[in-house]
């Protein structure tokens, strides 16, 4: 199974996600990640295989990811093996917005070709990444991100839950 955890408030993020993803380790997993707004309005993504310590010492041993918003994410491989590219949070290739995703996106192979034809490229082997380039595609387009989540929404077949972050708000 997949976790989810998301914060905004007033203290950095990073530990509030990392203490989320704690409780739900028990859940089971192969690999985690985190995705931070810097005050600056930056996109900072740390993902790693493995265990919740691993993103740990990752983290520790790395200039420190610094903001008030951002989401975590557990992941239980369903598509593309447990990697450091597969784990979550993906990231569009504009690096605006970040996804976590947990489920399964049944039509992500139609909406990827159509995607490369466009020029997108991806770099992991999962679904979810699929609806973070979708999403990017769409926000592009309009500038509007609602409207660009619902044309999501419209767009992709399944059974899933997702958490969005995007560096413009």
Known sequence: ???????????????????GLERLEYRGYDSAGVAVVSAEGDLQVK?????????????????????NVGI?????????????????????QEGKIAVVHNGIIENYQ???????????T???????????????????KNENLMDAVYAVLDRIKGAYAMGILCSDY
């Open 1 to 19: 199974m997949c976790g989810i955890i998301g914060y905004t408030g007033k203290t950095e993020a990073v530990p509030k996600l990392l203490d």
């Open 47 to 67: 993902k790693s295989k493995g265990r919740l310590s691993v993103l740990r010492e990752l983290l520790d041993s790395q200039k420190q990811l610094s903001g």
């Open 72 to 92: 975590g994410h557990t992941r239980w491989a369903t598509h593309g093996e447990p990697n450091d590219t597969n784990a979550h949070p993906h990231v569009g």
């Open 110 to 120: 139609e909406i990827k070709q159509s995607l490369i034809r466009k020029g997108i």
């Open 122 to 140: 991806f770099s992991s082997d999962t679904d979810t990444e699929v609806i973070v380039q979708l999403l990017e595609y769409y926000y592009k």
